[in-house]
T-cell receptor
Framework: AQRVTQPEKLLSVFKGAPVELKCNYS??????LFWYVQYSRQRLQLLLR??SRESIKGFTADLNKGETSFHLKKPFAQEEDSAMYYC??????????FGTGTQLKVEL | NAGVTQTPKFQVLKTGQSMTLQCAQD?????MSWYRQDPGMGLRLIHY???????DQGEVPNGYNVSRSTTEDFPLRLLSAAPSQTSVYFC??????????FGSGTQLSVL
């Protein structure tokens, strides 16, 4: 069974501080990992995926198969980063499993 | 392009009532799915479909039925609503099961 764990329900940081949203997964094969974001009063949307190895809005995430982690990082938090972030996993099929989400609050 | 359209946005039901949550997409996506979002539980997959005429169960299918008669539409039916089904429901679609495009959600309360 595939499982995604986001240990923090709420993460509060000051503007300009580094951000790390934790995500650990359990999957027996080779997973594909994603980060989705839901800004206030907006739809849930894809932020980034590990196979693209891209940086979106200053966020990056590296898949660490040894630690089974896919943490989301940004060196300097901005106020507009405040949102709910979900880590998600698929084994290449049609089922995307989401974590419980982390609410990021960036304080001035 | 309207993307993924869900109706209604809000609904209040009494225990035992039935209703259908509508979902339509105009992107010609083969894959469609329904999730429910509950505090502390994240998004949980209810049912999904990989094409017209094909549906399958997700993580929490009990109490819900789906059908996929066309590529565009994927309605979710609650046959006999229960308070435990109070939640926010999201429909999503994609070319595959990976990059999902979400609807704006339906907030359902069952009294």
């Amino acid at each position: 069974a595939q499982r995604v764990t986001q240990p923090e329900k709420l993460l509060s940081v000051f503007k300009g501080a580094p951000v790390e949203l934790k995500c650990n997964y359990s999957y027996s094969g080779s997973p594909e990992l994603f980060w989705y974001v839901q800004y206030s009063r907006q739809r849930l949307q894809l932020l980034l995926r590990h196979i693209s190895r891209e940086s979106i809005k200053g966020f990056t995430a590296d898949l660490n198969k040894g630690e089974t982690s896919f943490h989301l990082k940004k060196p300097f938090a901005q106020e507009e980063d405040s949102a709910m972030y979900y880590c998600a996993l698929t084994g290449g099929g049609n089922k995307l499993t989401f974590g419980t989400g982390t609410q990021l609050k960036v304080e001035l | 392009n309207a993307g993924v359209t869900q109706t209604p946005k809000f609904q209040v039901l009494k225990t035992g009532q039935s209703m259908t949550l509508q979902c339509a997409q105009d992107m010609n996506h083969e894959y469609m799915s329904w999730y429910r979002q509950d505090p502390g539980m994240g998004l949980r997959l209810i049912h999904y479909s990989v094409g017209a005429g094909i549906t399958d169960q997700g993580e929490v299918p009990n109490g819900y039925n789906v059908s996929r008669s066309t590529t565009e539409d994927f309605p979710l039916r609650l046959l006999s609503a229960a308070p435990s089904q109070t939640s926010v429901y999201f429909c999503a679609s994609s070319w595959s099961g990976e990059k999902l495009f979400f609807g704006s959600g339906t907030q359902l309360s069952v009294l």
